[in-house]
């Protein structure tokens, strides 16, 4: 069973074994938490994005999909990109929101990852509403199988692991 931790912080910082970037379907860096990756990780996550994108996803990362690139100089063995929906309230797209947390773990679990920081997929810019972007993503990793020990959410601001803890105590069996 996956245990489910929550720290106020810089994803870049984590010493976990994969880290999980809120990309663009690019791959070749943005703003947030993908700038972020990016900068921090160095010029070897471009080298195998730019890779990635000269051969299997020629026409960038399809939203809800996630792939491994190495995490270059961030204190991780890997970066598993994820490309989450811009967010649309006349349109349900929580299932692709929720595909991301789900095939980043499954990449996760296929490189051998033990631990996983996550960021919060789809709700800077994307405009997803924090508090359903919570819900979303920790009732997905709480119910997802695998071999992942910890799902560690690193939440930038307090805002965010406010929502987030609240969600998770709400999420929690009672007793």
């Known amino acids: 069973m996956t245990r489910i931790t929550l720290v106020r912080g810089d994803i870049t910082e984590q ?3 994969a880290v999980v970037n809120a990309a663009n379907s690019s791959l070749l860096g943005g703003g947030g938490v993908d700038g972020a990756i990016h900068r921090r990780g160095g010029p070897e996550i471009l080298a195998d994005c730019r890779r990635l ?17 190495t995490a270059g100089r961030l204190p ?3 970066v598993i990109h994820t490309v989450g929906p811009v967010y ?34 789809s709700a800077g810019i994307y405009g997803w509403p924090m508090d359903d972007a919570a819900r ?7 119910g997802a199988a695998g071999a992942v020990a910890e799902a560690r959410f690193v939440l930038f601001d307090e805002e965010a692991f406010e929502t987030f803890r609240s969600v998770l105590g709400a999420l929690a069996p009672e007793g």
Do not use: H, K, M, N
Not at 53 to 67: D, F, H, I, K, N
Not at 136 to 142: E, F, G, R, S
């Open 15 to 17: 010493q976990v074994d």
């Open 53 to 69: 994108r000269a051969s299997r996803y020629g026409r960038g990362l399809p939203t809800g999909r996630a792939v491994a690139t």
């Open 76 to 78: 991780a063995r890997w």
């Open 88 to 121: 649309r309230p006349d349109e349900d797209l929580s299932e692709l929101l929720a595909s991301c947390y789900r095939e980043s773990l499954r990449v996760a679990d296929e490189l051998g990852a033990r631990t996983v920081a996550f960021p919060v997929v």
């Open 136 to 142: 979303i993503a920790l009732t997905t990793v709480a």
